[in-house]
């Protein structure tokens, strides 16, 4: 395989990044957020998993790194978030055949109506009985039959820049997020996306007892390494201690994620906003929106992007399939081209780093699995020069790298971590720095409990690391639902004080801890000792 | 927002939430004007809020997207509102781009009263130090600037004059003609942004191979990138090779 993969022109390495936060609301019949995790999976995870069915079935390899969040694999493994995504299907169902009537005299709409009508039909079968509701067996398998390489990430997607100060922070977010992956696919993960591709220069210590070989890291913060990057973006760099950092490629990732001049944006696509939880008379729409009186988005979208306009024409998925066959064979044909190029001035095949948001295909990007699906088979097709590969495969082929270290960066707007921290949200991080020093001092103080008060520490670690998640701020700067996301961190840290308090006063409620332990009920296994300085 | 959502709310809501958006309303005006008052707010806010967002992160924000109407709130969670400090004597400092540093602090109540009673006492500030390494020691201080701040500030940004460099910061008091410590922040180190220097001859062709890490029209994609235009010092020159706007995507 190496000396194949070194007579290439070049390599691509795919990488989706799968997550969400924590979100489970058992004190509501139906929660409004947990839709964020329901709309991911039958746009997104599902769908990927269905192109990877066809794949195999084809006889078409792929090597694919996708990295799941220990949040989202906790959501997509709880039993409770599992009927609700089957009652939220149910739902839709329900809405499509309805709609079936609705649009009996607009032959157009009809035909969407039926479309969404054998969508939600078939995502809800195969999810009972294919899945039988834990996708996560499939990605397993997906991962053993060499499709994919699974990778993790921070427990609860920290932005690690804005807690360096607190080493054992650092190493609670990732020997947990390394636990949660060892737990569920049973092997050790061989690379980490670091939250937002949040990078400081030392992070990587972190990563390398944990057997980690690489992460990703955003174009400036490689190309601003100690030393200058010989090979530009289109090669690893290795940090002193080995670990390596893979820079995300400029032009692949503005080609796929631009709404205004990105394939996305092409308007044979299907229209992202306009969605029938807007377009039907209140009174209709009622039973499928939030509470019956505040309109959200249903899934059912008829319309195709079509201008900016208002006017917008009938969705065609023939036409759309089409579109997007064309725009992977582009992005493949223009990939080639750049190997090509920079092949001349490389002494080593280059790779061509592309990580993405996982939910951008399919959720935004409604045709974004058919245009991987496209890309893999074209590359396929293109094998003699082009080839897909993991940020591991290529480290087998090149284990030698040029040794420099990154700088400080992200991938957020600007470049570093003003997205995280920002008039919006920097009133966070006086309490969730508190909140550690606070469990650093728990953790002193009680360093063997057992029973009610290991229950007690644990549960403390857990609301410690739930409010370090990096949605919160970014939500609260991003302007999408903010309210939600100022009262989960405030829940959080208010749990977490809540808890420290009783201990001080060795007055633990067992009732409401228990409770406690039933809502926020991730990491089952975690240790407040992880907390320890010698841990 | 919907214009039937603004509409299901009373006339004094919608006065509540012109208030909390600080929109400037003419007192008196009918509800179908400040509706549609809000809704050119909302979208006006909408369009700054998506402009100002690089690619990576309007992605991100659109997979909590499931409602049109979700800017608004107006529900109170005042029951869980933390406190203001914590009454203890801190400082912090996070890095926040090559540029700025967040810096928060608090000094304990018993600790500001014995400052604010020592004799020929005059103020306090926050100090900004630079540092040639990770070590505090004070032959290892470059430079520091004084921002005079008050007992009820708690926090604030800081920009900084050097980059790739270390920096801490100090609450001092003044009293009389001397300065003393009040506590001392950890220490950061700042970062650069440029490509540094060729070292030796490992690939000659590193110039153009960082020409090619930026974005131009050669592989087909021709997209422009948004500028740093509205920041000017971070416009970046990059040993020439760059323009500025290929590095903000």
């Not at chain 2, 007192?27 to 369009?47: C, I, M, Q, Y």
Request: charged share 25%; hydrophobic share 35%.
């Amino acid at each position: 395989m190496i000396e194949q993969l070194k007579n290439k022109k070049g390599m691509i390495s795919l990488v989706l990044h799968a997550h969400l936060p924590f979100v489970r609301h058992p004190e509501y019949e139906s929660f409004l957020e947990e839709a964020w995790l329901f709309e991911a999976l039958s746009e997104t995870y599902l769908p990927l998993l269905s192109m990877f069915d066809r794949l195999e079935k084809d006889g078409i390899p792929a090597r694919v790194t996708i990295s799941l969040s220990p949040t989202l694999t906790h959501m997509l493994q709880d039993e409770l978030l599992q009927q609700r995504y089957v009652n939220h299907l149910t739902m839709l169902l329900e809405l499509a055949e309805k709609e079936l009537d609705f649009t009996a005299g607009n032959p157009d709409e009809h035909k969407m109506a039926q479309m969404y009508q054998e969508i939600y039909s078939r995502t809800l079968r195969e999810y009972e009985e294919v899945y039988e509701r834990n996708i996560l067996k499939k990605f397993r398998y997906f991962q053993e039959k060499g499709y994919l390489e699974i990778i993790t990430t921070c427990a609860t997607h920290s932005f690690l820049p804005h807690y360096q100060n607190f080493p054992e922070m650092i190493r609670a977010q990732i020997l947990t997020g390394v636990e949660s992956h060892d737990r569920i696919f049973s092997s050790q993960p061989k690379g980490v996306w670091l939250p937002e591709c949040g990078y400081f220069p030392g992070v990587e210590e972190y990563l390398k007892p944990f057997g980690i070989e690489y992460f990703l890291s955003s174009a400036h913060g490689l190309l601003y390494s100690e030393d200058r990057p010989v090979n530009g973006l289109y090669a690893p760099v290795s940090c002193p201690n080995g670990v390596h950092a893979f820079a995300r490629d400029r032009a692949s990732s503005r080609a796929v994620w631009s709404a205004t001049d990105g394939y996305p944006g092409d308007p044979v696509y299907r229209d992202f906003y306009r969605d029938l939880g807007f377009d039907r008379p209140l009174d209709y729409i009622a039973p499928y929106i939030n509470c019956g009186v505040n309109r959200v988005n249903t899934g059912l979208k008829y319309y195709a992007i079509t201008d900016k306009s208002d006017n917008k024409v009938i969705y065609n998925p023939a036409l759309a399939a089409a579109k997007a066959e064309e725009h992977a064979a582009q992005f493949v044909e223009n990939r080639i081209r750049q190997c090509e190029t920079l092949s001349q001035y490389m002494e080593q095949a280059p790779v061509i780093s592309c990580p993405y948001d996982a939910e951008l295909f399919g959720h935004w990007w409604f045709e974004g699995p058919l245009f991987l699906e496209a890309l893999i088979r074209k590359v396929h097709e293109k094998s003699d020069v082009i080839a897909l590969v993991t940020p591991s495969d290529y480290l087998k082929v090149y284990p030698q790298n040029q040794v420099t270290r990154p700088a400080f960066s992200s991938w957020g707007d600007k470049g570093y971590g003003q997205v995280w921290l920002d008039g919006a949200n920097d009133w966070i991080y006086r309490h969730t720095h508190k909140l550690i020093e606070r469990m650093q001092e728990l953790v002193e103080r009680f360093p063997d409990e057992k029973g009610l008060k290991e229950r007690t520490l644990n549960q403390a670690a857990r609301e410690v690391l739930l409010a370090q998640a990096s949605d919160w701020p970014f939500i609260m700067k991003a302007g999408t639902m903010v309210p939600y996301a100022r009262k989960s961190i405030k829940t959080h840290i208010h749990n977490f004080n809540y808890i420290y308090d009783s201990l001080s006063r060795n007055t633990i409620k067992t009732e409401w801890l228990t409770k406690l332990e039933k809502k926020d009920n991730i990491f089952p296994f975690l240790d407040y000792r992880v907390f320890r300085k010698d841990y | 927002m919907t214009e039937e959502r603004l509409l299901s709310f009373s006339y004094e809501q919608l006065l509540e939430i012109s208030d909390r958006g600080s929109i400037q309303v003419t007192p008196g005006v009918d509800k179908t004007t400040l509706v549609s008052l809000l809704l050119d707010a909302f979208e006006e806010d909408k369009s700054e809020r998506e402009e100002l967002n690089n690619l990576a992160i309007q992605m991100e924000a659109r997979k909590f997207s499931i409602s049109q109407d979700e800017e608004l709130d107006l529900g109170q969670d005042d029951d869980l509102e933390l406190p203001l400090r914590y009454n203890e004597t801190s400082a912090t400092l996070l890095l926040r781009d090559p540029s700025w540093v967040f810096c928060f602090w608090d000094i304990e109540d018993k600790k500001a009263d014995e400052i604010r009673n020592t004799p020929g006492f005059q103020g306090i500030v926050l100090r900004v130090v630079e540092l040639n390494s990770k070590d505090y020691h004070k032959d290892n201080i470059l430079d520091y600037f004084d921002i005079p701040i008050k007992f009820s500030d708690y926090r604030r940004y800081v920009n900084l004059p050097s980059e790739d460099t270390w920096y801490c910061v100090e609450i001092r008091a003044l009293v009389e003609d001397k300065d003393y410590l009040i506590v001392q922040s950890n220490i950061i180190e700042t970062t650069r942004e440029y490509v540094t220097a060729p070292h030796d001859n490992r690939n000659s062709h590193s110039d153009e191979l960082i020409r090619l890490s930026g974005f131009t029209s050669e592989f087909g994609e021709t997209h422009g990138v948004s500028g740093y235009q509205e920041i000017p010092q971070r416009i970046i020159p990059i040993h020439e090779l760059l323009d500025e706007e290929q590095f903000n995507d």
